[in-house]
């Protein structure tokens, strides 16, 4: 199975919008939607913003919204902040139980 | 708050056996909602998943490393564990543990801090 693919990054200004993109195939994005997404700050582990493809848990900021058309997932953060510079990857089931997790995207907020 | 600690040795030599173990504490690792993850990172790189298991022993692979890779479990513990054998320099990398939660889509809902495994002779 091959990495989902991310853009390496991405960048915006504060209270701007950005998107970041999950491209997969039919048989992972495509086909399931449990595509989750996660972010990162350096030294830190990764922590939960999207499950279900568009669903948020309760800690997360409304800032945070995702989507799926076809075999590709997205990624808004709307309203930028400072704090929202971090490293995102999406995750994908592929059948019921093996998971691929995408490259990472860099967000940079200028 | 359910927490996770991944335990085990920061420093490997090549082609020997890397071994670490989740700790699970603040919760049951026998609960049905639940798949027991390991995740690593190279440094400077992005995420991999290991594999998964779930508290009956039913374990999932990373089709990349499933002929290295062994994930068991140990409820009267409360723990599981990771073997990856034949290590190498690529195999260098942050280990983390984390939990699937099935009530959210199967996604990692908790993560541990992660540990650092060096491969080196």
């Known amino acids: 199975q091959s990495a989902l693919t991310q853009p390496a990054s991405v960048s915006g200004s504060p209270g701007q919008s950005i998107t970041i993109s999950c491209s997969g195939t039919s048989g992972d994005v495509g086909s399931y939607n449990r595509v989750s997404w996660y972010q990162q700050h350096p030294g830190k582990a990764p922590k939960l913003m999207i499950y279900e493809g568009n669903r948020r848990p309760s800690e997360v900021s409304n800032r945070f919204s995702g989507s799926k058309s076809g075999n590709t997932a997205s990624l808004t953060i709307s309203g930028l902040q400072a704090e929202d510079e971090a490293d995102y990857y999406c995750c994908s089931f592929v059948g019921s139980t093996t998971l691929v997790i995408g490259g990472g995207t860099k967000l940079t907020v200028l | 708050q359910l927490q996770l600690q991944e335990s085990g040795p920061g420093l490997v030599k090549p082609s020997e056996t890397l071994s670490l173990t989740c700790s699970v504490s603040?919760?049951?690792?026998?609960?049905?909602?639940?798949?027991w993850r390991w995740i690593r990172q190279p440094p400077g790189k992005g995420l991999e998943w290991i594999g998964s298991?779930?508290?009956?022993?039913?374990?999932y692979y990373n089709p990349s490393l499933k002929s290295r890779v062994t994930i068991s479990v140990d409820t009267s513990k409360n723990q599981f564990s990771l073997k990856l054998t034949s290590v190498a320099a690529a195999d260098t990398a942050i280990y983390y543990c984390?939990?699937?939660?099935?009530?959210?889509?199967?996604?990692?809902?908790?993560w541990g801090q992660g540990t650092m495994v060096t491969v080196s002779s």
């Open positions: 984390a939990r699937g939660n099935q009530l959210l889509g199967g996604s990692f809902d908790i």
């Open positions: 603040s919760g049951s690792i026998s609960s049905s909602t639940s798949y």
């Open positions: 298991i779930y508290y009956n022993g039913d374990t």
